[in-house]
């Protein structure tokens, strides 16, 4: 299944409400497993996001519905990214550097 990064920042509106962080935390859980998806894991973090999950879900279409339901409170603002593992990052990049290699002279 394809793994999405998010990168979460509050609105105002968000830091306002922030004492039901817990709580939005077990809906946006609720939300990824209603579309198919795992909440891998997900980080409180300090600077200019306030919250990354990682997530697994079926296709981009699920993907952005749920980011959308997530959203729609006007609470959270996302930066979401497709991620590969790290094996997959190596081939991917050997395989790009072949190609240049090919195609530099």
Same mark, same amino acid.
């Given at each position: 299944?394809?793994?999405?990064?998010?990168?979460? #920042?509050?609105?105002?509106? *968000?830091?306002?409400?922030?004492?039901?962080?817990?709580?939005?935390? %077990?809906?946006?859980?609720?939300?990824? #497993?209603?579309? *198919? *998806?795992?909440?891998?894991? +997900?980080?409180?973090?300090? *600077?200019?996001?306030?919250?990354?999950?990682?997530?697994?879900?079926?296709?981009? %279409? +699920?993907?952005?519905? !749920?980011?959308? #339901?997530? &959203? &729609? %409170?006007?609470? =959270?603002?996302? =930066?979401?990214?497709? +991620?590969? &593992?790290?094996?997959?990052?190596? #081939?991917?990049?050997?395989? !790009? !550097?072949?190609? =240049? &290699?090919?195609? +530099?002279?």
């Amino acid at each position: 299944m394809p793994t999405y990064v998010t990168m979460w #920042k509050y609105t105002k509106d *968000g830091l306002v409400d922030i004492r039901h962080t817990p709580e939005r935390y %077990k809906v946006v859980n609720e939300i990824i #497993k209603s579309h *198919g *998806g795992n909440l891998i894991n +997900a980080y409180g973090l300090i *600077g200019e996001y306030d919250v990354m999950t990682i997530v697994e879900l079926p296709d981009e %279409k +699920a993907l952005m519905s !749920a980011i959308l #339901k997530i &959203s &729609s %409170k006007g609470r =959270v603002i996302p =930066v979401t990214m497709p +991620a590969v &593992s790290m094996d997959e990052f190596l #081939k991917i990049t050997s395989e !790009a !550097a072949h190609y =240049v &290699s090919e195609f +530099a002279s």
